[in-house]
């Protein structure tokens, strides 16, 4: 059997693919894993999963739609940092700031208040 | 806390019967000297045969896996002779021109694997792995502090070891695949390596003062019945007969021994061949020192996992 592996290497990371063992089942694979994929290289955790486990979905299968096929690049944050739309929000925001800044200084000529 | 004040080290919040390596009278020093001969020698001797593996285990991981153990009992037997150098032995003296009469290893771990035997290495693994646990859970107690400092680091690798000969004689004592041929291939290598297993326990002639000044305040008669009681059982729960009960009377025990017990220097014919094989390159170079690739182990890892 085939079982993949996947290593943690703190605990704030998420688990990476590093290879895989061959083991005649799943606690001859931990066994073995620990010796392929973390002798050398530290790790917090390892997973070990039976490669028939994972579902696969792949880009090249017919009916598959990994995004689709139109244009949505509507959807991306970064297309709003140009053009009038970005301009308006940029002079919006300047002069939220230019009030802000002038309602401070008013309050601290006020003294007591 | 200790009353002594002589030393900061790691284990000064312990009080110890025994000083550090400079301050033991002559039998005290004889009798660490033949502790640590035969916990190094037991190491190092198997680290070779388990080497024999390399990349001719059954498979790819398991290759790897008994690569890594006898790598790990390479690093065991480096932490005791560094502690047999502190007495002023060397290197050479201690491995490379040492006569093979002058070992002390048991003679489990120098026994050749027949071809392709991994039945074999697995149940060599298992009988050597328990020896191996309650050698250092007894010298977890002992009175000598450089000891004591180092058995921690050795039982952290312990524990694979033991689950990896575990494992593997479950399975080819269930049998996957071929199940006779499994099963019948633990049998013999139970048969063939039990009493090469009882020399582990032979003591030597220090073995009086070793317990009584504390360098393995246990001794070696008790760690053997432990020993008996923790793996006769499991072998019989899988099926496997062995030559005695757990319970059976020492003295029957004894009765098993092999001619040549290892721990006084007599050795069956296959350490000669061994020790040759290992001591060639030295031998061929003409060298007179051995290289040393890495740090004193004393310095290795400062700030580590003492405690």
């Known amino acids: 059997m ?16 590093v290879g895989n063992v061959h083991a005649p089942d799943e606690e001859m694979a931990r066994l073995f894993a620990q010796v392929m994929h973390a002798r ?57 700031v230019e009030a802000e800044a002038r309602r401070r200084s008013t309050r601290s000529e006020g003294g007591d208040d | 806390m200790a009353t002594e004040d002589t030393d900061t080290g790691p284990w000064s919040d312990r009080g110890f019967a025994l000083g550090g390596p400079d301050e033991l009278s002559e039998r005290e020093q004889a009798a660490v000297e033949a502790c640590l001969r035969a916990l190094a020698d037991d190491e190092f001797v198997l680290a070779e045969r388990y080497t024999e593996w390399q990349v001719r285990g059954p498979t790819l991981e398991g290759d790897l896996a008994v690569a890594n153990i006898a790598q790990d009992e390479l690093g065991h037997a480096r932490l005791w002779y560094d502690l047999l150098e502190d007495f002023g032995h060397t290197e050479p003296e201690l491995i490379w021109e040492r006569p093979p009469e002058d070992f002390r290893h048991a003679t489990l771990v120098e026994r050749p694997f027949a071809r392709g035997d991994w039945a074999d ?48 004689l479950e399975r080819l004592a269930e049998g996957r695949g071929d199940p006779d041929n499994g099963h019948r291939r633990v049998q013999e290598a139970i048969d063939r390596l039990f009493p090469h297993a009882l020399t582990l326990f032979v003591p030597t002639a220090y073995e009086p003062d070793i317990v009584e000044f504390g360098v393995r305040p246990a001794p070696l008669s008790e760690l053997r019945q432990a020993w008996l ?7 019989e729960d899988f099926g496997f007969r062995l030559p005695v009960a757990a319970d059976a009377h020492p003295e029957a025990v004894d009765t098993l021994l092999p001619t040549a017990r290892g721990r006084d220097g007599e050795h069956t014919d296959a350490w000669a061949d061994l020790h040759d094989e290992f001591t060639f390159t030295y031998r061929q170079l003409d060298r007179s020192e051995a290289p040393r690739l890495m740090v004193d182990p004393d310095d290795a890892d400062e700030g580590g996992d003492h405690p």
């Open chain 2, 121 to 168: 290495a697995v149940v060599r693994g298992f009988l050597y792995d328990e020896f191996e646990r309650l050698r250092l859970d007894a010298l977890a107690d002992t009175e000598y502090p450089r000891i004591a400092d180092r058995v921690g680091k050795v039982q952290g690798e312990e524990h694979y070891h033991r689950e990896h000969a575990r494992n593997w």
């Open chain 1, 40 to 96: 050398r290289k530290p790790a917090n955790s390892l997973w070990v999963v039976p490669k028939e486990e994972i579902s696969e979905v792949d880009a090249d299968d017919p009916g598959v739609a990994m995004g689709g096929t139109t244009q949505k690049a509507y959807r991306w944050a970064t297309n709003y940092s140009t053009g009038r739309m970005a301009e308006e929000i940029e002079a919006s925001e300047a002069e939220q």
């Open chain 1, 2 to 17: 085939i079982f993949e592996v996947f290593r943690q290497e703190t605990e704030s990371d998420y688990h990476e693919h």
């Open chain 2, 229 to 235: 009681d923790e793996v006769v059982p499991v072998l």
